[in-house]
Nanobody, 113 residues
Framework: VQLVESGGGLVQPGGSLRLSCAAS????????MSWYRQAPGKERELVAG????????SYADSVKGRFTISRDNAKNSVTLQMNSLKPDDTAVYYC???????WGQGIQVTVSS
């Protein structure tokens, strides 16, 4: 199983970033996928999840209305569109198969002026 995140970086408050996760080594369309994040000194937390078909999504209260998770089963990829970013969104973001079954290496997102 391999999960490779991309798209992180530095953005100003109020800006947007789009994270992508390329998956391989398993039948992608058979699994829910999720995004987690971990800020310095804090526990890893679930940000968003999507079911295997892409028809059902869920979000942490802190990101509802600002983040959107989606997937493309033909391309074995899952994305996290992040809008109206806040400094509190600064963290390492991780792509996960199912909910914590496997992890990507993580990608840094920094929201700062």
């Amino acid at each position: 199983v391999q999960l490779v995140e991309s798209g992180g970086g530095l953005v100003q408050p109020g800006g947007s970033l789009r994270l992508s996760c390329a998956a391989s080594g398993f039948t992608f369309s058979g699994y829910a996928m999720s995004w987690y994040r971990q800020a310095p000194g804090k526990e890893r937390e679930l940000v968003a999840g999507i079911n295997s078909a892409g028809g059902t999504t869920s979000y942490a209260d802190s990101v509802k209305g600002r983040f959107t998770i989606s997937r493309d089963n033909a391309k074995n990829s899952v994305t996290l569109q992040m809008n109206s970013l806040k400094p509190d969104d600064t963290a390492v973001y991780y792509c996960s198969r199912s909910y914590g079954r496997n992890w990507g290496q993580g990608i840094q997102v920094t929201v700062s002026s």
